[in-house]
């Protein structure tokens, strides 16, 4: 069995920092396209940042200058920087990645559990 291990979420002031981290743990053939989501009190699940298996980048135009999705294919891990950090940025945020268990089987989409973000004014 796979899971996303998310980590690095907490309370911070605006302007202020974090770094979260999510690592896909067990057998994994391949991964693709890696992600972070986030959910909102009272509003809908948006892509916050995307990034595909050779690097390339997606941001929301809220959160682009600001964060900055990075990948490390060995340790099967996606990160998030966030900085400039704003009250608006509260939120749930969860991970995503794109897996195939093994060579005969296709990709299907695997989230994390959710780690809190919460920034104050």
């Known amino acids: 069995q796979v899971q996303l291990q998310e980590s690095g979420g907490g309370s911070v002031q605006a302007g202020g920092s974090l770094i979260l981290s999510c690592a896909a743990a067990?057998?994994?053939?391949?991964?693709?396209?890696m992600g972070w989501y986030r959910q909102a009190l009272g509003k809908e699940r948006e892509l916050v940042a995307a990034?595909?298996?050779?690097?390339?980048?997606n941001y929301a135009d809220s959160v682009k200058g600001r964060f900055t999705i990075s990948r490390d294919n060995a340790k099967n891990t996606v990160y998030l920087q966030m900085n400039s950090l704003k009250p608006e940025d509260t939120a749930v945020y969860y991970c995503q990645a794109s897996l195939k268990l093994s060579r005969y089987l296709s990709f299907r989409d695997y989230w994390g559990q959710g780690t809190q973000v919460s920034v104050s004014s």
């Open positions: 067990g057998n994994i053939f391949s991964i693709n396209a």
């Open positions: 990034i595909s298996s050779v690097g390339t980048t």
